[in-house]
């Protein structure tokens, strides 16, 4: 069996399988011996989420060509829902990224997300610092888009890309479901459909995010979405860096107190009334400091 440092070289040499091996490495129980050989070195991060069938695979994908034209390695992370009897990720959209599978300079990977609360798999940030070591230079994070839970791609992506159709029905569950809130661009996709203009009006009206249009399949408003995507980037500050960085530990410290064997004797004592809910979360953060 190869060593984590045997695979590190050899990933670093061109293997896609060791790069498959250590992103299930970070996957698994293993994730901070990963860690420990590789360094610190980010690279950029785009998140792309939005509601099922607003086509985030055909727009990633389109994204992915645009970049590689400019000669930037590029890694595609798509977070799934957890089989419920494998705990495998579910990825059905790999087809609508077909054009990039025998690109050497493209990486296309699931990831499941492990019931890690907030729907990103707690594996991710540790992917990305992976790929940051492996020379990938940008990584599209694309989420399944089902509602709040996808809030939590902020704290790792910039941008946050929302993407959604024409309709009313999408913008309005796009702002129930807090994903305007999150957005630092709204593109609206499938744009040659009726409703489009009004669609863009009524999100404009919710948002102070910018909207744009696209037709992804076509790669019409393509290049402006990249425009604004690097602009976004160019503007990021060090507060915005350090807000996404605080949120990012304070979701992963959650997900690790979730699993914290106390808790379900606290939740228990505070059930039957012997303890009170402060007193326990009090407990429990300094049973997993001791």
């Given at each position: 069996?190869?060593?984590?440092?045997?695979?590190?070289?050899?990933?670093?040499?061109?293997?896609?399988r060791?790069i498959?091996?250590?992103?299930?490495?970070?996957?698994?129980?293993?994730?901070?011996?990963?860690?420990?050989?590789?360094?610190?070195?980010?690279?950029?991060?785009?998140?792309?989420?939005?509601?099922?069938?607003?086509?985030?695979?055909?727009?990633?994908?389109a994204?992915?060509?645009?970049?590689?034209?400019?000669?930037l390695?590029?890694?595609?992370?798509?977070?799934?829902?957890?089989?419920?009897?494998?705990?495998?990720?579910?990825?059905?959209?790999?087809?609508?990224m077909?054009?990039?599978?025998?690109?050497?300079?493209?990486?296309?990977?699931?990831?499941?997300?492990?019931?890690?609360?907030?729907?990103?798999?707690?594996?991710?940030?540790?992917?990305?610092?992976?790929?940051?070591?492996?020379?990938?230079?940008?990584?599209?994070?694309?989420?399944?888009?089902?509602?709040?839970?996808?809030?939590?791609?902020?704290?790792?992506?910039?941008?946050?890309?929302?993407?959604?159709?024409p309709?009313?029905?999408?913008?309005v569950?796009?702002?129930?479901a807090?994903?305007?809130?999150?957005?630092?661009?709204?593109?609206?996709?499938?744009?040659?459909?009726?409703?489009?203009?009004?669609?863009?009006?009524?999100?404009?009206?919710?948002?102070?995010?910018?909207v744009?249009?696209?037709?992804?399949?076509?790669?019409?408003?393509?290049?402006?979405?990249?425009?604004?995507?690097?602009?976004?980037?160019?503007?990021?500050?060090?507060?915005?860096?350090?807000?996404?960085?605080?949120?990012?530990?304070?979701?992963?410290?959650?997900?690790?107190?979730?699993?914290?064997?106390?808790?379900?004797?606290?939740?228990?004592?505070?059930?039957?009334?012997?303890?009170?809910?402060?007193?326990?979360?009090?407990?429990?953060?300094?049973?997993?400091?001791?």
């Open positions: 069996m190869s060593t984590i440092e045997e695979l590190i070289a050899a990933a670093r040499s061109g293997s896609v060791a498959g091996r250590l992103l299930s490495l970070v996957e698994s129980d293993r994730r901070s011996e990963v860690l420990a050989a590789i360094g610190t070195a980010k690279p950029r991060v785009i998140g792309v989420t939005g509601p099922p069938g607003a086509g985030k695979s055909t727009t990633v994908g994204l992915v060509g645009a970049y590689r034209a400019t000669g390695r590029v890694a595609v992370l798509a977070v799934d829902p957890s089989s419920p009897y494998s705990g495998g990720a579910l990825l059905g959209d790999r087809i609508r077909a054009a990039h599978i025998n690109d050497p300079d493209v990486l296309i990977r699931s990831l499941a997300t492990r019931g890690h609360l907030g729907g990103l798999a707690a594996a991710v940030p540790a992917a990305i610092q992976l790929l940051a070591a492996l020379s990938y230079d940008l990584v599209v994070l694309e989420t399944v888009g089902v509602g709040q839970s996808e809030i939590e791609i902020a704290a790792i992506a910039d941008p946050t890309v929302v993407i959604l159709n309709g009313a029905g999408d913008a569950q796009a702002a129930k807090g994903l305007l809130e999150v957005a630092d661009l709204v593109v609206v996709n499938k744009a040659d459909r009726d409703g489009a203009d009004q669609t863009v009006r009524d999100l404009r009206a919710e948002t102070s995010a910018p744009l249009k696209l037709i992804a399949a076509q790669g019409e408003g393509l290049a402006e979405l990249v425009e604004a995507i690097d602009a976004h980037h160019r503007a990021d500050t060090s507060e915005r860096r350090s807000a996404r960085a605080r949120a990012q530990i304070l979701s992963l410290a959650q997900t690790l107190l979730r699993n914290h064997a106390e808790l379900d004797r606290l939740a228990g004592a505070v059930a039957d009334g012997s303890c009170d809910a402060y007193t326990a979360a009090a407990r429990l953060i300094a049973d997993s400091a001791g």
